[in-house]
């Protein structure tokens, strides 16, 4: 299996706000539709396993882009959204936080007489999976979320988290049936969390003579071995420009800022589309449509919709709205046969890569984010604080968009 790599997340408190979640679930269930429209039932679940993309998902859905509660937030909106339409989509959701993750048997079993799938069995992954991550790897983390993603095929992916409230920080576990060959013997498809020294690890390799006085359960050797990347989330809430790609962000920037939809033909369908808006959907496109390799820096995905404590920014309701209108009417049309509002935003991601290719930036970070914050009440911008006003200088003119 592939370990994604560590990450430090800060633990966060505090419940999303009800204005954020329900388009929070929205959203992601958009995302969905089009994964599975496009790329089928095992790619939703790749990507689910994957700490990058899982993170800078989180990221452009509004959740503050580095924190603990991206995890519990992202699962509980999706599972939300995503089970009242389990069998049309083929993705089933099971856990939870606290409480919830206890259900997650009886929500295995129950699945499995929906569909027919081995309910012992999934039942055993989801168990074991924890039982490693909670008792086999030492590490500081006592679990306490665990969600269970499976596909009407039998495919699965688990994402559940530990805190250490010594030094309140979390780590995130993700772990993928692809490829699996045992559960004790470097499993992980990827782990998040602060590199704290050394730990207790019974699932490493060098465990396996420890580990069978033990575990009594499988000491199949993997057929494939771990690579591992880095990725580190700081403890600052604010986004700074180490924290983002800027070629790739600035990118985006101009292209929605200075080349507007008329100048593609391609993209006439999205026609009349702000460029704020544009801004968005740009970065919604790269979520579904990028390569894995897009994802290593999740902070710049919150130049979508900004952050419910309002870093980097507010997130701008109206934007969101319309984000979402665009992305539903594309899809409800495409079932229909008409699929050029979708496509568009496709293309959208296209165009910005050739964009990005000649790109060189040369722009304040600072400077595009107190643009966003000075416009924001504009676009019905929101925070757990309250909604944004216009700064006590603003021409109540036009949107100044004028860094590009």
Do not use: C
Not at 53 to 67: C, I, P
Not at 140 to 149: A, E, K, S, V
Not at 169 to 197: K, M, Q
């Amino acid at each position: 299996m592939k370990r994604s790599g560590s990450a430090n997340l800060p633990l966060h408190y505090g419940d999303v706000p009800q204005w954020l979640y329900e388009r929070m679930s929205k959203l992601g269930l958009a995302i969905f539709e089009v994964l599975l429209a496009d790329y089928g039932k095992d790619e939703v679940l790749r990507r689910m396993a994957d700490p990058f993309w899982f993170q800078s998902f989180g990221a452009v859905m509004g959740m503050d882009w580095h924190s603990s509660g991206v995890t519990t937030s992202v699962m509980g909106a999706l599972k939300r959204a995503v089970n009242p339409r389990a069998k049309e989509l083929g993705i089933y959701i099971a856990g939870g936080k606290g409480k919830q993750s206890t259900k997650t048997p009886d929500e295995l079993l129950k699945i499995a007489d929906l569909t027919g799938l081995d309910g012992t069995g999934l039942v055993r992954a989801s168990k074991l999976s924890a039982k490693v991550d909670n008792t086999a790897i030492l590490d500081g983390y006592q679990l306490y979320t665990h969600n269970f993603i499976l596909s009407d095929d039998g495919q699965w992916t688990v994402v559940q988290q530990g805190m250490n409230p010594a030094d309140k920080t979390a780590r995130r576990y993700h772990w993928h049936s692809e490829d699996l060959t045992s559960f004790v013997d470097e499993p992980h498809r990827g782990i998040e969390g602060i590199n704290r020294g050394e730990i207790m690890n019974l699932t490493a390799r060098e465990a396996a003579d420890n580990r069978s006085g033990i575990i009594d359960i499988s000491h199949e050797a993997p057929e494939k071995i771990m690579k591992e990347i880095s990725l580190v989330l700081p403890s600052h809430h604010d986004v700074r420009a180490s924290d983002v790609n800027l070629k790739r962000l600035g990118a985006t920037l101009a292209l929605t800022r200075e080349l507007q939809p008329q100048n593609f033909e391609d993209l006439l369908m999205l026609k009349g589309v702000g460029p704020r808006t544009m801004q968005s959907l740009a970065l919604v496109s790269e979520v579904i449509h990028g390569a894995p390799s897009r994802f290593q820096d999740p902070a710049r995905f919150s130049f979508a919709h900004g952050g419910k404590d309002g870093h980097p920014f507010p997130v701008p309701l109206k934007v969101y709205d319309e984000t979402l209108e665009i992305l539903r009417t594309g899809i409800e049309k495409s079932k229909l046969g008409n699929s050029e509002k979708k496509d568009a935003v496709k293309k959208l991601h296209e165009i910005n890569l050739k964009v990005e290719e000649n790109f060189t930036p040369n722009f304040d970070l600072q400077d595009v984010i107190q643009e966003e914050r000075d416009n924001s009440w504009r676009h019905g911008g929101r925070t757990v604080f309250g909604k944004a006003k216009p700064p006590k200088d603003e021409d109540p003119g036009g949107i100044r968009l004028t860094l590009f």
